[in-house]
């Protein structure tokens, strides 16, 4: 079983950059795929990037992240990150990291899950 806890979110400018963290603990955290998603509100929770099982684990990304968005993992440290660039005040969202069995786009296919942490773009 993998516990995962976000942080690095916070308030920052349109253009800006954050650099989102996932500390999981668990033995098995190198043999999880790992993606990011994010919930506005009034939304339904919506996948942003995701890296497979590897020592370069393949990547993948939404289309409205694409170019921006980086993700990436060290299974030395039990971390996943986000590095998010040129922000836009659309990607205001609280942004989860899950933990699931294979490289996947869809929410109900990972099972562990953060507590999530806000993201706020401003205009």
């Known amino acids: 079983q993998v516990q995962l806890v976000e942080s690095g979110g916070g308030l920052v400018q349109t253009g800006g950059s954050l650099r989102l963290s996932c500390a999981a603990s668990?033995?098995?955290?190198?043999?999880?795929?790992m993606g990011w998603f994010r919930q506005a509100p009034g939304k339904e929770r919506e996948f942003v990037a995701a890296?497979?099982?590897?020592?370069?684990?393949?990547?993948v990304y939404a289309d409205s992240v694409k170019g921006r968005f980086i993700i990436s993992r060290d299974n030395a440290r039990n971390t996943v990150y986000l590095q998010m660039h040129s922000l836009k005040p659309e990607d205001t969202a609280v942004y989860y990291c899950?933990?699931?069995?294979?490289?996947?786009?869809?929410?109900?296919?990972?099972?562990?899950w953060g507590l999530g942490t806000q993201v706020s773009v401003s205009s």
């Open positions: 899950a933990a699931g069995g294979i490289l996947e786009t869809t929410a109900g296919s990972y099972h562990y």
């Open positions: 668990g033995r098995a955290f190198r043999n999880y795929a």
């Open positions: 890296i497979g099982i590897g020592l370069s684990g393949m990547t």
